[in-house]
């Protein structure tokens, strides 16, 4: 399970997570809505491990290991996988290359070429994408909507515990989005964890979250299940900034 407990996060000498906590348990999808500027971006990369923030306090356990201390490559290895808002570009490795490594990192694997194309073969036909992207340099130059099905295409490649998928759907267009709500179920089981954060409830229509959450201000003030994303849509967040 994922237990995050009164994280309080700073940058720059500014407070952004406050007292944030959450449990995830396996077989769960909790889904994080919230105003921009809430957090929600800050959490995902502190969970990831970003060295820019600050955790001032609280704690974060992957299946009762404390990851604070650890390195990004080494919580991946714990089964924490994250997808960015903003993925990076990074010219000179392959879309192939970089599948490969983290592959053979993340499971301790030495693993041929071959091998490799034989895992993402049926992944990349099941997210529509074509054959060619695996040799473009990675995000290099891909399209929004490219750039948010290949992070699932690496996410079901990878098949880690626990994914975070930070606004994995702006910007698809309403048959990717489908593409992408069919990848996300697909790798879901009984013992996978995922955080979702979306401002659309849209999403929601492909990929039914057991919880959803609202963030503001830098910690969660409303949680309930999938019908609280929907009154969301209805009455904005006025009303949950108010009942703190
Ligand atoms: N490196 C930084 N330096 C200064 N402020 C930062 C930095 N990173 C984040 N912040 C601030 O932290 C706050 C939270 O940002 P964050 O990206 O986590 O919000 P968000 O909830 O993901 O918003 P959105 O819905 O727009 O994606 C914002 O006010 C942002 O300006
Ligand atoms: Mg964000």
């Given at each position: ?27 769960e999808?909790?889904?994080?809505m ?23 306090k ?7 290991i ?10 991946a ?7 960015f ?20 990192a993340i499971?301790?694997v ?25 040799e473009?340099d990675?995000?290099d130059?891909?399209s ?14 990878l098949?880690?515990?626990c ?14 989005l489908r ?15 995922i ?41 904005g ?8």
């Amino acid at each position: 399970m994922l237990e995050i407990k009164e994280l309080t996060v700073t940058v720059e000498g500014k407070t952004i997570l406050k007292g944030f906590s959450l449990i995830v348990l396996p077989g769960e999808i909790h889904a994080i809505m919230g105003p921009n500027g809430a957090g929600k971006s800050t959490l995902a990369k502190v969970l990831a491990g970003h060295p820019f923030y600050e955790v001032v306090k609280g704690s974060i356990k992957l299946n009762g290991i404390e990851i604070l201390e650890l390195d990004p490559e080494e919580r991946a290895k714990l089964g924490l996988f994250m997808s960015f808002q903003y993925p990076l570009e990074i010219r000179g490795i392959s879309n192939f290359e970089f599948l490969k490594h983290s592959y053979s990192a993340i499971h301790n694997v030495k693993i041929c070429e071959e091998e490799m194309r034989e895992i993402i073969h049926p992944i990349l036909e099941k997210m529509k994408i074509k054959e060619s992207f695996l040799e473009r340099d990675l995000n290099d130059g891909f399209s929004g909507g490219e750039k948010k099905r290949n992070e699932i295409l690496q996410m079901l490649v990878l098949n880690p515990k626990c994914a975070v998928l930070d606004e994995t759907d702006s910007g698809l267009d309403i048959d990717a989005l489908r593409i992408v709500g069919e990848g996300v179920n697909h790798f879901m089981s009984k013992d996978k964890m995922i955080i979702l954060i979306t401002h659309y409830q849209r999403l929601l229509n492909h990929i039914r979250p057991h919880f959803v959450h609202v963030m503001v201000d830098g910690r969660i003030v409303e949680s309930g299940g999938p019908e609280l994303a929907l009154q969301l849509e209805e009455r904005g967040y006025e009303a949950c900034s108010k009942s703190e």
